[in-house]
Nanobody
């Protein structure tokens, strides 16, 4: 079974940047579409971004992060990244990566495999 592991979360000041990583062992991630989601306690999980498998490479972003976040792949490292710039306090959440879908909706119901998440806190 595909197992995903997120890393790269932490505490950052408003306006700062973080890069999250999503890695997998024993599976080649470039064959999978990968999505990034986030959840704030008491709220539903929100789709942030997704990228199709390497043969396509199409990416989608939620309006709330468009222009600030960038999703990408490093196939040599078997890793998908979420570069987050110009972070805002409202970006504070647990961030999850998931597989295996990428549509414009970035809907969690389309994903079968999930990591455990990494905490991102944006605060002064």
């Amino acid at each position: 079974q595909l197992q995903l592991v997120e890393s790269g979360g932490g505490l950052v000041h408003p306006g700062g940047s973080l890069r999250l990583s999503c890695a997998a062992s024993r599976f080649t991630l470039d064959l999978y579409a990968i999505g990034w989601f986030r959840r704030v306690p008491g709220k539903e999980r929100e789709g942030v971004s997704c990228i199709s498998s390497s043969s396509d490479g199409t990416a989608y972003y939620a309006n709330s992060v468009k222009g600030r976040f960038t999703i990408s792949r490093d196939n040599a490292k078997n890793t998908v990244y979420l570069q987050m710039n110009s972070l805002k306090p409202e970006d504070t959440a647990v961030y999850y990566c998931a597989a295996d879908a990428c549509t414009g909706r970035i809907d969690e119901s389309e994903y079968d495999y999930w990591g455990r998440g990494t905490q991102v806190t944006v605060s002064s």
